[in-house]
């Protein structure tokens, strides 16, 4: 399980947060075209296009805590 002080960190990752556990794809502006983060199977996993294998998402570095390019996927 990870533990977040989401007073730590900046609103955009804190929205993020709650738009994955409402079961949405959330994704950086600097991260590569289609990666994204997705909840399944109860833990937060890593989404790459063209990859079978969505390994867990360790939890927030401080760059991902801090950032404020987070934004949630549209559905298309």
Do not use: Y
């Amino acid at each position: 399980m990870i533990v977040i002080n989401r007073l730590a960190c900046s609103s955009e990752f804190s929205a993020a947060l709650d738009a994955v556990e409402a079961g949405r794809d959330v994704r950086r502006a600097s991260w590569p075209e289609g990666m994204v983060l997705r909840k399944q199977n109860d833990r937060i996993e890593v989404i790459r296009p063209g990859s079978e294998i969505a390994p867990p998402w360790q939890g927030p570095s401080t760059d991902e805590s801090d950032a404020s390019d987070w934004h949630i996927v549209q559905i298309s």
